[in-house]
């Protein structure tokens, strides 16, 4: 069933395997406890950035398949996708794998477009288990987006530090974890930055968009979530998005948080925080869900946002348009909690009937 940009899963598919792989920078941030695993250095025993992004992410996806405790050949799709450009690390890492592959690309935002259409193909019956996962690299992105690390360009206060890492997860009709109960899809917003190193400002309408979407769709505020978290605002895009649902008459409380202005210690020098596809990817994939499946959190709106840029096209004076995806995760009690509640309505309509 869908209302307007949202979806609302019937049959709420199960987040059933997750896995998150980061590199040695990101293990000394504020989430390194739970990431499965930390590389030992950034070119990950590979010959090149590149190599070593596609490596992450099909680390990332064998490894969700065993937490999953399933065999590969149990999986029917693999939804992927990166930052570079014809999503190579994505493209090349599924070549590794026997199953059938979409490849994605919403930038940052891109982990929550591949949960949005990987659970809306298992709940309507197309798949009964799906993959979803994305990788980004520090030294990829510099060279692709700005300057290549051998020039040492100064970095201005408003940018980022892209992540290195990768996060994936089995969406599954069955199983135990965590649920993907909705997932509402965004618009494209630009507001007309075009400055390269001011993502937050630009990403910022977006995630302002698909929020006020989301809760008039659903019928919900900010208190109905333990957990809000953007993908890659960081600190001045957060604030910014503060100050953007305010003047919309929405204030966001202590429950909202940015992966990306979480990310690393202040002592870490990353300016306005991280960014990348594996920065939401990698806090879902470790955090997020352990924090769901121990029961701490009960539902959480996830909604990374991203920046939709080319090379070309902001050396060419371009904007840069902003997406941003939101998926609603329920813990498993709180899903079976939900699943009660709904029949016991289902129940009183059909006891005023029979009266009728």
């Given at each position: 069933m869908h209302i307007h940009q949202t979806v609302v899963f019937r049959h709420k598919p199960v987040i059933i395997g997750s896995y998150s792989i980061v590199g040695p920078k990101e293990?000394?941030?504020?989430?390194?406890?739970?990431?499965?695993?930390?590389?030992?250095d950034d070119s990950f025993g590979e010959e090149s950035y590149e190599k070593a992004e596609k490596k992450m992410l099909q680390s990332a996806v064998i490894?969700?398949?065993?937490?999953?405790?399933?065999?590969?050949?149990d999986i029917n799709l693999m939804l992927a996708g990166d930052l570079l450009n014809q999503i190579i690390s994505s493209s090349y890492a599924a070549r590794y794998f026997n199953f059938a592959y979409l490849g994605l690309f919403s930038a940052c935002s891109t982990i929550a477009e591949s949960l949005a259409i990987g659970a809306s193909l298992v709940d309507g019956g197309e798949f009964d288990?799906?993959?979803?996962?994305?990788?980004?690299h520090f030294s990829t992105a510099e060279r692709q987006f700005r300057f290549p690390l051998e020039l040492g360009n100064q970095r201005p206060p408003t940018s980022q530090w892209t992540v290195t890492g990768a996060g994936a997860c089995v969406i599954a009709n069955e199983g135990k974890g965590p649920r993907i109960t909705m997932a509402t899809f965004g618009?494209?917003?630009?507001?007309?930055?075009?400055?390269?190193?001011?993502?937050?400002?630009?990403?910022?309408?977006a995630a302002m968009d698909t929020l006020l979407a989301h809760f008039k769709d659903t019928n919900t505020t900010p208190d109905d979530y333990d957990l809000i978290a953007t993908g890659d605002l960081g600190k001045l895009g957060s604030e910014i998005l503060i100050d953007l649902m305010e003047d919309n008459g929405i204030k966001l409380g202590l429950n909202y948080k940015d992966?990306?202005?979480?990310?690393?210690?202040?002592?870490?020098n990353t300016l306005c925080g991280g960014s990348g596809c594996g920065c939401?990817?990698?806090v879902l994939n470790s955090f997020i869900i352990q924090k769901l499946r121990s029961g701490e959190y009960k539902r959480v709106l996830f909604l990374p946002t991203g920046a939709l840029m080319s090379?070309?096209?902001?050396?060419?004076g371009e904007t840069i348009p902003g997406v941003c995806h939101a998926i609603v995760?329920?813990?498993?009690?709180?899903?079976?909690?939900?699943n009660k509640k709904q029949k016991q309505k289902m129940q009183n309509k059909k006891e005023v009937a029979k009266k009728k």
């Amino acid at each position: 069933m869908h209302i307007h940009q949202t979806v609302v899963f019937r049959h709420k598919p199960v987040i059933i395997g997750s896995y998150s792989i980061v590199g040695p920078k990101e293990g000394k941030g504020n989430f390194g406890r739970y990431f499965n695993y930390v590389m030992k250095d950034d070119s990950f025993g590979e010959e090149s950035y590149e190599k070593a992004e596609k490596k992450m992410l099909q680390s990332a996806v064998i490894g969700a398949i065993e937490d999953a405790k399933i065999k590969p050949s149990d999986i029917n799709l693999m939804l992927a996708g990166d930052l570079l450009n014809q999503i190579i690390s994505s493209s090349y890492a599924a070549r590794y794998f026997n199953f059938a592959y979409l490849g994605l690309f919403s930038a940052c935002s891109t982990i929550a477009e591949s949960l949005a259409i990987g659970a809306s193909l298992v709940d309507g019956g197309e798949f009964d288990t799906v993959v979803c996962s994305t990788a980004s690299h520090f030294s990829t992105a510099e060279r692709q987006f700005r300057f290549p690390l051998e020039l040492g360009n100064q970095r201005p206060p408003t940018s980022q530090w892209t992540v290195t890492g990768a996060g994936a997860c089995v969406i599954a009709n069955e199983g135990k974890g965590p649920r993907i109960t909705m997932a509402t899809f965004g618009k494209v917003v630009d507001w007309g930055i075009s400055d390269v190193n001011n993502m937050g400002a630009a990403m910022a309408p977006a995630a302002m968009d698909t929020l006020l979407a989301h809760f008039k769709d659903t019928n919900t505020t900010p208190d109905d979530y333990d957990l809000i978290a953007t993908g890659d605002l960081g600190k001045l895009g957060s604030e910014i998005l503060i100050d953007l649902m305010e003047d919309n008459g929405i204030k966001l409380g202590l429950n909202y948080k940015d992966c990306g202005q979480m990310f690393f210690t202040r002592s870490q020098n990353t300016l306005c925080g991280g960014s990348g596809c594996g920065c939401s990817a990698s806090v879902l994939n470790s955090f997020i869900i352990q924090k769901l499946r121990s029961g701490e959190y009960k539902r959480v709106l996830f909604l990374p946002t991203g920046a939709l840029m080319s090379t070309t096209a902001t050396q060419q004076g371009e904007t840069i348009p902003g997406v941003c995806h939101a998926i609603v995760l329920e813990s498993e009690e709180c899903a079976k909690s939900e699943n009660k509640k709904q029949k016991q309505k289902m129940q009183n309509k059909k006891e005023v009937a029979k009266k009728k």
